[in-house]
């Protein structure tokens, strides 16, 4: 009878063991799961901002060549139309 009580205890402390070790493994793997997804989700957050800050650049290259050009074409009038009030004043005199 003793024997068999010994061995009642000895299986049910062996399965508290293996359910106390199984629970522990399946805690570190949601760990881990969650550990992964904050992991992706940084990432992520990372290609996006560095995505926003190209196109921000892109933008200003843009608007700066724009900018370039604009001042180009208004020296470019500017200096046509000094050239055609001195052909003016030539030719009055």
Same mark, same amino acid.
């Given at each position: 009878m003793r024997k068999k009580k010994t061995e009642e205890r000895g299986r049910d402390r062996q399965r508290m *063991? /293996? /359910? /106390?070790t199984e629970e522990r493994g399946r805690d570190r793997q949601t760990e881990n799961e969650e550990e992964e997804n904050r992991r992706k989700r940084d990432r992520q957050r990372m *290609? /996006?901002?560095k %995505? !926003? !800050? @190209?196109? *921000?650049? @892109?933008? %200003? =290259? $843009? !608007? =700066? #060549? #724009? $900018?370039r050009r604009k001042r180009e074409r208004q020296t470019e009038n500017e200096e046509e139309e000094n050239r055609r009030k001195r052909e003016r004043q030539t030719d009055r005199e």
């Open positions: *063991r /293996k /359910k /106390k *290609r /996006k901002k %995505t !926003e !800050e @190209r196109g *921000r650049d @892109r933008q %200003t =290259e $843009n !608007e =700066e #060549e #724009e $900018n």
